[in-house]
């Protein structure tokens, strides 16, 4: 009785490892559906809007010099005009902007603040190609995360060959609220949306 009391717990001790683990496979999977769930929700959101509305502070890092610039982006997931509200000097400078290519055509002046990544990536795209990346990248990765004192959904991208993104998506609300892209692993821009609506 004694022998066979042992093997039942010897049994019961192996099993709980293998129960654990697939506990925990479990939760895994099932925090990856609701970020998948999450996920999939912004890109509808993105793609159904009859209009998009954003502007953001950018700050592009070359290296040696920094940038600032604060540009407004008007139209839909498709096609629309990205204006650059700062710094003044070249304020009001307009340029039209076609999915998924993101070409800017600018009618008039043109911004030369030379490129930022290996790929050609500029400052003034850089939200533009943010907003095609969440309507149409693929999400390498997908995590919780804290920004600030509001719950975030962070998904990464890749964008070219060298170029990455990182967006945080604020999970009640689900619109972005900080990005960053990576040229070659090293942060080249940061973007903070200062408003979006989504209409």
């Given at each position: 009785?004694?022998?066979?009391?042992?093997?039942?717990?010897?049994?019961?001790?192996?099993?709980?490892?293998?129960?654990?683990?697939?506990?925990?496979l479990l939760v895994?999977?099932?925090?990856?559906?609701?970020?998948?769930?999450?996920?999939?929700?912004?890109?509808?959101?993105?793609?159904?809007?009859?209009?998009?509305?954003?502007?953001?502070?950018?700050?592009?890092?070359?290296g040696d010099d920094?940038?600032?610039?604060?540009?407004?982006?008007?139209?839909?997931?498709?096609?629309?005009?990205?204006?650059?509200?700062?710094?003044?000097?070249?304020?009001?400078?307009?340029?039209?902007?076609?999915?998924?290519?993101?070409?800017?055509?600018?009618?008039?002046?043109?911004?030369?603040?030379?490129?930022?990544?290996?790929?050609?990536?500029?400052?003034?795209?850089?939200?533009?190609?943010?907003?095609?990346?969440?309507?149409?990248?693929?999400?390498?990765?997908?995590?919780?995360?804290?920004?600030?004192?509001?719950?975030?959904l962070a998904i990464?991208?890749?964008?070219?060959?060298?170029?990455?993104?990182?967006?945080?998506?604020?999970?009640?609300?689900?619109?972005?609220?900080?990005?960053?892209?990576?040229?070659?692993?090293?942060?080249?821009?940061?973007?903070?949306?200062?408003?979006?609506?989504?209409?």
């Amino acid at each position: 009785m004694r022998e066979s009391t042992m093997r039942t717990m010897a049994r019961a001790i192996r099993i709980i490892p293998i129960a654990a683990a697939a506990l925990a496979l479990l939760v895994s999977c099932s925090q990856r559906a609701a970020l998948e769930d999450l996920e999939a929700n912004i890109r509808d959101s993105l793609r159904g809007a009859e209009g998009i509305e954003a502007t953001a502070n950018i700050t592009a890092d070359y290296g040696d010099d920094v940038f600032d610039f604060t540009v407004k982006y008007i139209g839909t997931a498709d096609m629309g005009t990205v204006e650059i509200l700062e710094p003044d000097i070249v304020a009001g400078v307009v340029a039209k902007v076609t999915f998924p290519e993101c070409y800017l055509e600018y009618d008039g002046a043109s911004v030369e603040s030379g490129p930022l990544t290996g790929d050609g990536l500029s400052p003034v795209q850089a939200l533009p190609v943010l907003l095609g990346q969440w309507t149409d990248g693929y999400a390498e990765i997908m995590s919780s995360e804290r920004v600030g004192s509001a719950d975030a959904l962070a998904i990464e991208t890749r964008i070219t060959d060298t170029a990455s993104q990182k967006t945080w998506f604020n999970s009640e609300t689900l619109l972005p609220v900080r990005s960053e892209i990576y040229d070659m692993g090293k942060m080249v821009v940061s973007c903070t949306v200062e408003s979006i609506l989504i209409r």
